[in-house]
């Protein structure tokens, strides 16, 4: 069992609310942390600080959101911008991770457990990035991924 310096911390973005999870030390189990409802860029900011410091994250993995045809959107657009501030925020490499599949398999495993639809949107972030960070644990927690297609400019 190879333990790492620092835990990885995958992020499912979203412009309201971004989930959280976290690896173990040797990067094979990634578990749910958290929902973040986000506020100021400052406040942003403080949060994972905080979270980073005290978890001893080495490594964040933020989800770009791909379409389905493998191209990016403009929320891919808005995650890839968003996790490049908290890069610098932070001091820590950032690899983004095709996360196309998450958010609708959290949501069927939220389904299959019978949760409220309310219940299900509070836990549906957070589920969605143990599922994203538990596919980059899964795939050798690469730190330079294979690049993904451009933005999606849309018809031509």
């Known amino acids: 069992m190879q333990h790492h310096r620092g835990r990885v911390l995958a992020l499912d973005f979203g412009t309201k609310r971004v989930g959280a999870a976290l690896s173990d030390s040797t990067w094979s189990i990634a578990t749910p942390l958290e929902t973040y409802v986000r506020q100021a860029p400052e406040a942003d900011a403080r949060h994972y600080r905080r979270l980073a410091d005290e978890e001893g ?13 493998g191209r990016l959107g403009q929320t891919a657009d808005l995650a890839r911008k968003w ?19 998450t958010t609708a398999e959290a949501e069927n495993a939220l389904q299959d457990a019978g949760l409220t639809t309310k219940a299900r949107k509070n836990k549906r972030d957070m589920v969605a990035a143990t ?9 050798g927690a690469p730190l330079d991924p294979a690049p993904m297609a451009p933005l999606d400019e849309g018809p031509r």
């Open 57 to 69: 994250v080495e490594r964040v993995v933020v989800g770009l959101p791909v379409h389905l045809s």
């Open 83 to 101: 996790g490049d501030w908290l890069g610098e925020v932070l001091r820590l490499p950032v690899i983004f991770w095709d996360e196309r599949f």
């Open 131 to 139: 599922l994203l960070l538990q596919g980059y644990l899964d795939s």
